[in-house]
T-cell receptor, first 115, second 114 residues
Framework: NAGVTQTPKFQVLKTGQSMTLQCAQD?????MSWYRQDPGMGLRLIHY???????DQGEVPNGYNVSRSTTEDFPLRLLSAAPSQTSVYFC??????????????FGEGSRLTVL | GNSVTQMEGPVTLSEEAFLTINCTYT??????LFWYVQYPGEGLQLLLK?????DKGSNKGFEATYRKETTSFHLEKGSVQVSDSAVYFC?????????????FGKGTLLTVNP
């Protein structure tokens, strides 16, 4: 039961560096999304995708890029890391069929520190 | 727009105490309502849900009733355990099909002492 798998679990970057957070799910979910979690802010949606080849912006998309070339994978790219991007990032997926109710399945998170 | 407001934490209780975490919402349309739980060092996982008014979601001794008239979905448990210590998030989603963006509250940290 792999579910949603995120890598890496921890990462330290210097300001200006780029990196990609990987997310893969094996549940054949059409919907995938990225959230960031910050103290006192709850979870905020960065980007989401409703299927391969389709992506859209969430609440806080600036500084992040995504792509969805396959149903399984949804990587999140930081083009030029900034200290404000220090956060815990969660990938989540969902089934969007007629019987779905919006339940999200989350990965274990990736803790990113930007110095 | 859609929003979720839940009680500020942290909440500290003794084992076997009664728990209530308040959650109210504003939404366009008819939302589904959720409580997610995040144990230390882990991702979020669904605790319970309700998809229409007057539905009661329940799981692991926790309950919440979808109250349309008061736009609320308060989480309750009659007797908490140390293992219930976690962060609890109230959330809603509106629409079906591919429109499954969840709106989360800010979370409530619960600590249960033995």
């Amino acid at each position: 039961n792999a579910g949603v798998t995120q890598t890496p679990k921890f990462q330290v970057l210097k300001t200006g560096q780029s990196m990609t957070l990987q997310c893969a799910q094996d549940m054949n979910h059409e919907y995938m999304s990225w959230y960031r979690q910050d103290p006192g802010m709850g979870l905020r949606l960065i980007h989401y995708s409703v299927g391969a080849g389709i992506t859209d912006q969430g609440e806080v998309p600036n500084g992040y890029n995504v792509s969805r070339s396959t149903t399984e994978d949804f990587p999140l790219r930081l083009l030029s890391a900034a200290p404000s991007q220090t956060s815990v990032y969660f990938c989540a997926s969902s089934y969007t069929g007629l019987s779905g109710t919006g339940e999200l399945f989350f990965g274990e998170g990736s803790r990113l520190t930007v110095l | 727009g859609n929003s979720v407001t839940q009680m500020e934490g942290p909440v500290t209780l003794s084992e076997e105490a009664f728990l209530t975490i308040n959650c109210t919402y504003t939404a366009t349309g008819y939302p589904s309502l959720f409580w997610y739980v995040q144990y230390p060092g882990e991702g979020l996982q669904l605790l319970l849900k309700a998809t229409k008014a007057d539905d009661k979601g329940s799981n692991k001794g926790f309950e919440a009733t979808y109250r349309k008239e008061t736009t609320s979905f308060h989480l309750e448990k009659g007797s908490v355990q140390v293992s219930d210590s976690a962060v609890y998030f109230c959330a809603l989603s509106v629409g079906g099909g591919s429109n499954y963006k969840l709106t989360f509250g800010k979370g409530t940290l619960l600590t249960v002492n033995p």
